[in-house]
């Protein structure tokens, strides 16, 4: 992303000519109703489209072409688009859970309807191949049905009271407005798993996503304007305000937000997650990852190599899950690295958007760098590199982020060491040997990060272990799989921030706890014996 700064308001607007772009992109951009060729995009949506500030470009990782110039808000624009989600929130607050489910429901299908093509622009703008982009939306499907049945299912609970002729009622009630930021690996499906349990929840909300996707925000946010407007219901209930820091700090920084749901770096959470509690706001912070497999002897070899290829390449090494670490035990390092490394000379790589292509590039050019730094630092540091390395060469990619998936056996498996403790966003994966689980599983909590963790054996004492108070600390703690669906609550642990998203509880975090005695009777006693009659 290239936040480009203009000094005089208003001197680029109109001063750009019509663009043209490729027919690779017009195609997906037209399909979901945005305009092709046009000097900018307004970047701001309240109810209607409109933004004066910054520009944002939206840079295809692929081929280095420009998509878009989308202007952001400025700080006016911005105060009034809070003001406008107050309002919405303030409407939606009275309509009735099940009615919110309604709303949901068709969005479900709205979006639905532009599955595939959406999903496409996920691929174009971020860089994800085809088939993960497509995922991403359905995640986003998914996670409406979720929300359309808990619309009736957010309950409260009726507890006794100690007092005759009176009764306790612990009530749900939805918290206002909330402040959603969001990351650039999954520009459309964490907008999803606030937005809708949010709504379901009576709430409105503002969605700043990362600068470097603003089209897949526009692309969704039309989406659900267009249900919203079906329904009566004001567009600020879904506000959207493209930006980058500044923006970013406003939301976090408002008191009119009670709750913001962070999705980002580790770096920036620990700010956002300071701010927010000086002003006493909830915040749901989901921050980076450092994930390890561990392969038991007795692992079913077949599965555990090529997921253990997903988990490092998918996405090529940028999902907060991406496996970073893997753990072998001494016995059969030798024969899975071996039928590893065949794996990753077959990789295709390629156009996300060609079928078949399985490594996409990273999202920019800096990116690249920390790549290449990453990879330095490993050399400097005596590891031995049995694949990857380095950026692709070849022509045919040169206009794009390309870098080679990369394996790497570091000198030391010491878990302090800066090459385990931290997570690099790219396809590399460092190999530790063991000799004993309870050595790998303390291999696994020794990082400052808890998000994802797989084991692989077939052993039921294994598993009882790994899944129990000696066992993994990450918050998903997972046996002979990878990856995560949304009917469980997402999140890590540790510095991943101890949110939770999507499925399981997370729904209680976007509502306002009410705990309510009420007295049926015909006198007022004190709890607890109190006697304080005159
Ligand atoms: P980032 O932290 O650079 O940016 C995230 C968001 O924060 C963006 O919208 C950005 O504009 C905004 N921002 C930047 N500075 C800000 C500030 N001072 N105040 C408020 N907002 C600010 O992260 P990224 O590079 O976009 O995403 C990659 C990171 O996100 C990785 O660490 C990855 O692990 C993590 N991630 C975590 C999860 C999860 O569920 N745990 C999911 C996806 C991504």
Partial sequence: ????????????????????????ASAILSSLDIPVGAAELPGVYDGQWYGSGDVLESVCPTTGEVLARV???????????????????????????????????????ALSAKRDVLGALVSLEMGKIKTEGIGEVQEFVDICDYAVGLSRMMNG????????????????????????????????????????LSVAAGNANVWKPSPSTPLCSIAVTKIIASVLEKNGLPGAVSTLITGGKDVGEAIVE??????????????????VGKTVQSRFGKSIL?????????????ADMPLAVPAVFFGAIGTAGQRCTSTRRLYLHRAIAP?????????????SVGDPLVDGTLLGPLHTRAAVGIYDDAVQRLRQSGADILAGGKK??????????????????????????????????????????????????EWNNAVPQGLSSSLWTRDIRNVGKWIGPEGSDAGIVNVGTSGAEIGAAFGGNKSTGWGRESGGDAWKQYVRWSACTVNFSNAAPLAQGVDFST
């Fill in 71 to 109: 202007r952001s808000a400025t700080p006016h624009e911005l105060h009034e688009a809070l003001g406008k989600s107050k309002d919405a929130y303030l409407h939606l607050r009275t309509v009735p859970a099940p009615k919110r489910g309604e709303l949901l429901r068709q969005i479900r299908e």
């Fill in 392 to 441: 692709y060469d070849h022509a045919a990619l040169s206009q794009g982020n390309f870098v080679q998936p990369t394996i790497s056996v570091p000198k030391t498996a010491d878990p302090a060491d800066k090459i385990w403790s931290t997570e690099t966003f790219a396809p590399i994966l460092n190999v530790g040997l063991f000799d004993e689980l309870e050595q790998a599983i």
């Fill in 286 to 298: 989901e921050l980076g990852g450092n994930n390890a497999s561990i392969i038991m002897p007795d």
């Fill in 1 to 24: 992303m290239i936040l480009l700064r203009h000094t005089v308001s208003g001197t680029l607007r109109g001063a750009r000519p019509a663009r043209s772009l490729s027919t690779r």
């Fill in 335 to 347: 024969q899975f690295l071996d039928a590893l490394q065949k794996l990753y000379a077959t990789i």
């Fill in 254 to 271: 408002s008191r009119d937000i009670p709750l913001v749901s962070f999705t980002g770096s580790e770096a920036v959470g620990r700010v």
């Fill in 157 to 196: 609970r009726v507890v006794a009271s100690e007092r005759p002729g009176h009764t306790i009622l612990e009530v749900p009630n939805p918290i206002g407005v909330v402040g959603v930021l969001t990351a650039f690996n999954f520009p459309v499906a964490v907008y999803g798993w606030n937005f809708l």
